[in-house]
């Protein structure tokens, strides 16, 4: 840890002074004018609530059990534990006092009332890409979001991390304030999705893998990666192997999207909060526009296979053997002895990469803690699965996992009961 | 220097296992009752309309359209039905009053009681499905299982007896019966029985308020009354309580039958 630190400094010194010196400076100049022709104030509230949706503000904003957008929830990261802001009207503790061109400067520029750097856990990197338009709904919206007296949390984040001063350096490197360039070769509908998954829904925040400094670089967009200290995997949307679309009907990929639950796999962990806080309050026009983007990003090969010893052919039968009897027993009732499900209450387990990627640990989550899809309206009453971890021992859910990894048209590595037992003691709230 | 997390899983919470003590236990247990866990033959039917025709509609195997299906998540630590066992630590929920049901699904996904796993369950479900799976469960009414063999002293259990059906004035601390109903199988809507629950669920659950760990919706007035009590009276209430035979055909008593002795935040349900 000592060595990335002082790496981390030795590359700040190295960054030529400019390119950080650039970082502050003050935007005033560049933001556009509002919008030419400024919305219907109504209008413009209702048109900023739906935004908060789509860039699923709440989530952060909100603490468990806490006042909407009063701030308080804490974002975990691998830099120490960050407090998400009090948003609110309110004068003091929230954005009660801010201007629409205050809070185009967060979203564009990522940079606070005071000119400060905002950490990148606020995912300003994808919502620089939200038009002025857009931003000045959002914050009209906000400005009426009622007013809670909360003071902010200090975050709680290791030395130097700390140091607000040194996101100088972080943006040089992996910020660019931008605006979503429409692709003319494309359709209305692919560039509206393509403005919605890159901006406001900052799917890559979560589907990309992050460097070392807690950056997401393009070459790996939406590619898929482990999100750190949560420990749940968000497939590459961009191979086959994983979640990619490519392959999928449209009404399958709108229908995972817009209720949670599709004939193919149902919304868990992370993304089942994105579609039950975020994705089902989006029309349906959106959501496609989405999945038409979504559909079209290339495919490319799956990231590479975590490298875990296998089994030999003898222990490999002898694990799929016991594997067999639990899933017969425990999962064969819902899940059918042919992997085919009952879609889309049961996913099928046969062709279903949530279950095959390199990494198992979705797999085994899934079962240690079993779960339910979220209530949205064109599923209201979602079918559950049942926690296993107090019912089977690490061997027996690793052997279980490995069955249907390896059943059916599945083929993916074997789990150890190592890995198993490493994510019993994740923390699931 | 952070990384854009988004959807985080909360550090604030200590990892916790399920408890040791009774993961070897419950491994039989729960194996035994997931082997007929899933009633497809007697499903019950409890007024679940179907509403989700588009998540059922293209099923190609016939899924039961009950909550009882819906629920098998529940039933797999609470048993089937909800009934538990004698021995347990996961708490019988069968027949418990709804409000009382409703309110700690509510407070587990809302933070006012801490179990993870429970509140990583709840997270995403809405107040109207949590109201229909509350009212599915205590209209669930089971037969309890014989009361724990207890090994407490005939002088802790009559402590505990005498606590339980008069309080203890010198603490003001009312009886549970003046809450409790005076059979102790629960008040409707959201009062709980104290009955034909395990011993170590009570003492956990004291524990709790102990700690803060279960909070309710303010005034918290159990968390008030933990607060005057000793280890040795929790301990002799639990004693007594967990040592008794549940009447058949126990249920919850009518609303008004009964004025709670000081006042109760999640009463108002």
Redesign the interface.
């Known amino acids: 840890m000592k060595r990335i630190l002082l790496a ?1 400094i030795l590359l700040i010194i190295a960054i030529p002074a400019v390119m950080v010196g650039m970082q502050f400076v003050d935007h005033d100049d560049d933001a556009p004018a509002q919008s030419a022709a400024p919305m219907n104030p109504e209008q413009q509230v209702i048109r900023g609530a739906y935004l908060a949706r789509a860039g ?1 503000c709440m ?2 904003h909100t ?3 806490g006042q909407p957008y009063a701030g308080g ?10 407090y998400a802001p009090n948003i609110t009207a309110d004068k003091e503790t929230g954005l009660g006092s801010w201007s629409a061109k205050d809070f185009w400067r967060a979203l564009h520029h990522g940079k606070s009332k005071d000119g400060s750097f905002l ?3 606020f ?1 300003y ?1 994808n919502y620089t890409k939200v038009t002025r338009e857009d931003a000045d709904a959002l914050f009209s919206y906000l400005q009426t979001v009622k007013p809670v007296h909360q003071v902010n949390q200090e975050h709680a ?1 290791r030395f130097p ?1 700390n140091y607000r001063i ?2 100088a350096g ?1 943006r040089a490197l992996y910020f660019t304030p931008g605006s979503y360039a429409p692709e003319s070769k494309q359709s209305v509908e692919w560039n509206r999705g393509a403005y919605l998954v890159q901006g406001l829904g ?1 799917c ?3 589907h990309t893998t ?1 460097n070392a ?4 670089v393009d070459k790996s967009d939406l590619a898929g990666g482990l ?6 995997y968000a497939p590459s949307l961009t191979s086959d192997a994983e979640a990619g679309l490519g392959k999928w009907e449209m009404a399958h990929i709108t229908a995972l999207l817009k ?1 949670g ?1 599709s ?1 193919r796999s149902t919304v868990f962990g ?1 993304m ?5 806080q975020s994705l089902q309050h989006l029309t349906d026009s959106d959501i496609q526009a989405m999945a038409v983007y979504l559909k079209s990003l290339p495919q490319n090969d799956p990231p590479p296979a975590l490298d875990t010893a296998q089994p030999d052919k003898a222990t490999a039968d002898r694990i799929l053997q016991t594997g067999s009897k639990i899933y017969e ?2 999962c064969a ?2 899940h ?1 002895a042919n992997g ?1 499900g ?5 996913s099928p387990m046969s062709g279903n990469r949530s279950l095959t990627m390199g990494s198992a640990v979705n797999p085994i989550r899934m079962v240690l ?7 949205t309206e ?14 089977l ?1 690490d061997q027996e859910v690793a052997a279980v996992v490995s069955y249907i990894r390896n059943s059916w048209e599945n083929r993916a590595g074997f789990v150890s009961p190592q890995e198993v037992n490493r994510y ?6 | 220097m952070a990384s854009l997390i988004s959807f985080p899983m909360f550090a604030r919470s200590v990892p916790r296992a399920f408890p040791t003590l009774y993961v070897a236990r419950y491994l039989t247990l729960c194996a035994g009752l997931m082997t007929g866990m899933l009633p497809l033959a007697h499903a019950q039917n409890s007024n679940s309309a179907p509403t989700s025709t588009s998540s059922s509609a293209s099923a190609r195997q016939t899924l039961p359209d009950t909550i009882a299906q819906r629920v098998v998540a529940c039933t797999a630590c609470h048993g089937k039905e909800g009934r538990a066992s004698s021995d347990g630590f996961y708490p019988r929920i069968a027949g418990k009053p709804e409000g009382y049901l409703f309110n700690q699904l509510t407070n587990f996904r809302d933070g006012r009681r801490q179990y993870p796993l429970m509140t990583y369950l709840l997270d995403h479900l809405s107040d109207a499905y949590l109201h229909e799976i509350a009212n599915y469960f205590s209209e669930q009414h089971p037969p309890y299982p014989a009361p724990q063999p207890s090994d407490a002293t005939p002088a802790v259990l009559e402590r505990g007896r005498n606590l339980v059906m008069n309080g203890d004035s010198s603490k003001k601390v009312p009886a549970c019966i003046a809450c409790h109903g005076q059979v102790l199988t629960g008040v409707a809507p959201a009062v709980p029985g104290l009955i034909g629950l395990p011993r170590d669920y009570i003492n956990s659950q004291f524990g709790a308020w102990r700690n803060g760990v279960r909070k309710a919706k303010a005034p918290d007035c159990m968390a008030q009354i933990t607060q005057k009590l000793t280890l040795e009276d929790i301990n002799a209430a639990s004693s007594w309580l967990a040592a008794q035979a549940v009447p058949e055909g126990a249920v919850p008593a009518p609303a008004t039958t009964v004025k709670l002795p000081l006042a109760c935040g999640s009463a108002t349900e």
């Open positions: 981390l699923d989530a952060c603490a468990r059990g929830r804490a974002i975990p990261t691998p830099f120490g534990t960050l950490y990148p856990a995912p990197p984040l991390y040194l996101l972080w900052h890559s925040a979560c992050r400094f807690g950056a997401t999100i750190p200290i949560m420990n749940w209720t639950a004939p992370p089942a909060e994105v579609v039950s027993q425990q009732e819902c059918q085919q009952i879609a889309p209450a049961y803690n079993g779960g339910f899809p979220p209530s064109g599923n209201p009453r979602p079918y559950g699965m049942p926690p296993f971890g107090q019912a021992n019993r003691s994740i923390p699931l709230d």
